[in-house]
């Protein structure tokens, strides 16, 4: 355990925290007619009850008063009053980021500005490792179970025990993400897993086996760290975005819909090769589909 990194990690949390909560007061505020320190805008009162409901972060909130910016029919001055808070709330979200940028790696907030600086891979499934009750469909991106396991000759790649699959990249150093459609699927292991784990008889999926992952199993999200960890996840994540920092020993999950922390593991030493790695529980679970990368 680095407590270090932790207790760093947990003052961040902390700074970010009362700024959300700030926000927050502020909307409330307005939403009463009083007087704010920082002013969002003028229309809080329904904005507030919009996003009641919602996780509230800056970019959020500009993209909603960019909406009501175009949206009103108001006066010149007005609209000039919304653009010079709109202008307000950039500077406000620039530095916000600028402190963020600082210190990103302490920082588990904000999947979107962690993007910039990790590399997105491009990730297809590697079919020669997955387990015969898998079928791959959707140009190698997409796993789902299928009624019939398939007759394929054994391999020294094939999982054979658990029914997984690895992703098409060694990774030996550098940062990079990968983004997986969860949807609906209701059973599965997502992380990374040392290249040489035992692929055969049985084995317990944990850091000690050279597995890193988190689990969704009847309903239950799980963190599985030996023991695992049961995570409260404020909202189910439909699409989940694995960071890995090999050099750091950082290996994070974030919510890709909403941008939300889901867990980090205690920091690691990484040796050898690292693979990415997909479980489907039961043939009722629904499929995982990797994000396909766009061209820029
Ligand atoms: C990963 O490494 C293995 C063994 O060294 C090699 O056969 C395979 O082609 C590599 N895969 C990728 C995607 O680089
Ligand atoms: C990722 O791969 C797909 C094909 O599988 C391709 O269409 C797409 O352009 C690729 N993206 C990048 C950034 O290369």
Request: charged letters at 25%.
């Amino acid at each position: 355990m680095d407590f270090r990194s932790v207790s760093a990690r947990d003052t961040v949390w902390g700074q970010m925290d009362a700024f959300t909560v700030g926000f927050l007061i502020c909307l409330k505020q307005l939403s009463c007619g009083l007087v704010c320190v920082c002013p969002i805008f003028s229309k809080g009162r329904r904005l507030n009850a919009r996003l009641k409901t919602d996780i509230v972060y800056p970019k959020k909130v500009k993209s909603e008063q960019e909406k009501e910016l175009k949206e009103s029919d108001q006066s010149e001055q007005e609209r000039g009053e919304l653009q010079n808070k709109l202008e307000k709330l950039q500077e406000e979200m620039d530095r916000r980021k600028a402190q963020f940028k600082s210190v990103w790696r302490n920082a588990p907030l904000y999947a979107d500005w962690r993007k910039e600086e990790f590399e997105a891979v491009n990730l297809t499934l590697d079919a020669t490792s997955a387990h015969p009750a898998l079928r791959l469909s959707e140009k190698g991106r997409q796993v789902a179970w299928q009624e019939k396991p398939q007759d394929l000759p054994s391999s020294t790649q094939r999982f054979e025990s658990l029914p997984c699959v690895l992703g098409q990249l060694n990774i030996t150093s550098g940062r990079c993400y990968w983004e997986v459609e969860v949807g609906d699927t209701s059973s599965w292991d997502l992380g990374i897993c040392r290249d040489n784990i035992i692929r055969k008889g049985r084995v317990t999926v944990s850091p000690q086996n050279g597995f890193w992952a988190i689990r969704l199993y009847e309903g239950e999200y799980w963190a599985l760290t030996s023991p695992e960890t049961l995570l409260t996840l404020r909202k189910k994540p439909l699409s989940v975005g694995i960071f890995l920092d090999y050099e750091a020993g950082d290996l994070s999950f974030y919510n890709m819909k909403d941008g939300s922390h889901i867990f980090t593991f205690p920091q690691n030493t990484f040796h050898g090769v690292l693979r990415p790695l997909f479980r489907l529980w039961s043939s009722d679970s629904g499929p995982l589909t990797v994000v396909k990368v766009e061209e820029n």
